[in-house]
């Protein structure tokens, strides 16, 4: 059983955002190797896009896995569903999005999935959290995850929770 390193992205701005992280970290655990997790902090962040909508509270959660790619974007997307997810609208609302960051090193282009996720070094909500838990990162782009955050970037977000 091959065990990788993996990060993954939280975010939620309806039916109890705080509430939804916490619960989503739970069910994170069941895919981790025992004691392997760890949370970021809890932060306040803008919405991307023209939505009118509610602020996002985010986080960023890294663990060990012995599941596959695949299997574990499916894994996500059932935790996803079962806190009431629904894909209506891009960059709209929602009860909970899980996004896999980092597999490894790997880089994965497949229909289903991207890594590392395509968006993640231009937002705040991402890389400041991953910092909190992985501050000496280096990305599968030999690039340092800390040279990627700015004084902007920090201040963008409001800490919530401080879990890290």
């Known amino acids: 059983m091959q065990a990788t390193q993996v990060y993954v992205a939280l975010g939620a701005n309806l039916a109890n955002p705080t509430q939804q992280l ?57 935790i996803e569903q079962q806190h009431g997810r629904v894909r209506i609208e891009h960059w709209g609302p929602r009860t ?17 999935l991207t890594v590392p996720h395509y968006g993640m070094k231009q937002r705040s909500f991402v890389l400041v959290p991953l910092a909190d838990i992985a501050p000496t990162l280096t990305l599968p782009c030999n690039t340092s995850l800390e040279s990627l955050i700015s004084v902007a970037m920090r201040d963008e977000l409001q800490k919530l929770i401080d879990l890290s």
């Not at 919405?47 to 960023?60: R, T």
């Open 22 to 78: 916490d619960d989503a970290v739970d069910a994170l655990k069941r895919l981790a190797l025992d004691g392997s997790l760890s949370v970021s902090s809890y932060y306040r962040s803008k919405p991307m896009g023209d939505v009118v909508q509610p602020d996002y509270v985010n986080a960023v959660a890294g663990f060990i896995t012995s599941l596959q790619p695949v299997e574990l974007l499916d894994a996500l997307q059932a």
């Open 96 to 112: 909970l999005d899980l996004d896999l960051l980092l597999y490894g090193q790997q880089h994965i282009n497949e229909p289903r």
